[in-house]
């Protein structure tokens, strides 16, 4: 059976393909199964304070639960970069599962050559080379430029791709869904579908952006109701890499969620511009230091010129669908675009 490594948010994917191990995205399989709040209520019952991030909690859940955890041989947390709750988390699991446990570190401020580094500290204890990795990011870039036709024709062709869709094939590309090739022929065949939705697409529905970590409520569907779409997802975006690069590390160091607010939004305001969007919205989650990003967002848009009406939503756990509260403010929102 093939060897699963686990990861706590995206990690140079390449450097586990060549390893020979599975990947797999811990935050897919806790927002994709059947009761992600009760993860949530696991987590809370074992020590968790209420007050801490949703996802550490769901994470934690995943990595615990025999029904999930039975298979995993490497847990990598990513600490610098993403949450400074992963630190404590990989000891934790370490500690109460036995699973092996790797912590990468994107470098706090863009450089190749440290990011080069840590990719090799990764391949090392992964048991394979640069070399290897590279191969495989070769491998990977006819289907990240899939990814790219899938992106773009969110917006290019509004109506012929759901925000909900275009949101689904990004974010599974952080692990390809544990098999890049059978990913790939999905991808196919829903490229080969965009072309027949052609014929018949006429949207004259509001072109929303969503900016911020992916959402952990059905946003896309709630929208999709109303009459709205999106037809730029941010941070799914980024998880695709879709950009030409020449190497490996280049390609982590243009990657923008790990590095500087400024960074990314400066990234992020040239599709806001590319793709015309009507109105945008910032998914922020409770209890994290990306909550304080929007104060960055607002001041750059302001910077840029962008009069365009932005909409911050704050959530907390997992629900099934939005509540009353959120709905009233995201109609409002809509109606003063």
């Not at 995206?10 to 709040?37: C, H, K, M, Q, W």
């Not at 790797?102 to 204890?125: C, G, L, T």
């Not at 750059?300 to 907390?316: A, Q």
Request: one cysteine or more.
């Amino acid at each position: 059976m093939q060897k699963i490594a686990a990861f706590t948010t995206t990690v140079p994917v390449e450097v586990i393909l060549a390893s020979g191990y599975r990947p797999l995205d811990l935050n897919n399989i806790f927002v994709t199964s059947e009761n992600p709040a009760g993860l949530v209520e696991k987590a809370e019952f074992s020590g968790f304070a209420g007050s801490s991030c949703a996802w550490i909690k769901g994470l934690y859940s995943v990595l615990t639960s025999a029904e999930f955890n039975k298979n995993f041989d490497v847990f990598i947390a990513v600490t610098e970069g993403d949450c400074s709750n992963a630190k404590v988390l990989e000891q934790i699991v370490a500690m109460e599962t036995g699973i092996k446990t790797f912590v990468f570190n994107f470098p706090y401020k863009r450089d190749i050559e440290k990011i080069r580094n840590e990719i090799n500290r990764f391949a090392e204890f992964m048991g394979t080379d640069y070399a290897s990795c590279e191969k495989v990011r070769r491998q990977l870039a006819g289907l990240r430029r899939k990814l790219k036709t899938i992106d773009e024709s969110s917006y290019l062709f509004p109506g012929c791709v759901t925000g909900e869709e275009n949101h689904l094939f990004l974010v599974s590309s952080s692990d390809f869904c544990g098999n890049p090739d059978e990913y790939e022929k999905k991808a196919d065949d829903f490229i080969n579908e965009i072309e027949q939705r052609k014929r018949f697409a006429d949207f004259s529905g509001k072109r929303i952006g969503y900016l911020g970590v992916p959402p952990i409520v059905p946003i896309y569907r709630f929208l999709e109701s109303r009459n709205a779409t999106v037809v730029y997802n941010e941070i799914q975006r980024e998880f695709a890499m879709i950009g030409e690069y020449s190497s490996i590390e280049e390609q982590y160091t243009n990657y923008t969620y790990p590095y500087s607010a400024v960074f990314r939004f400066e990234k992020a305001i040239s599709e806001i511009k590319r793709r015309n969007l009507d109105g945008i919205i910032h998914y922020v989650q409770s209890f994290c230091h990306r909550q304080l990003e929007d104060i960055i967002l607002r001041k750059l848009l302001e910077k840029h010129g962008l009069n365009i009406p932005l909409l911050t939503l704050e959530f907390d756990k997992p629900v099934s669908k939005i509540d009353a509260r959120v709905a009233t403010r995201i109609e409002a929102f809509l109606e003063t675009i």
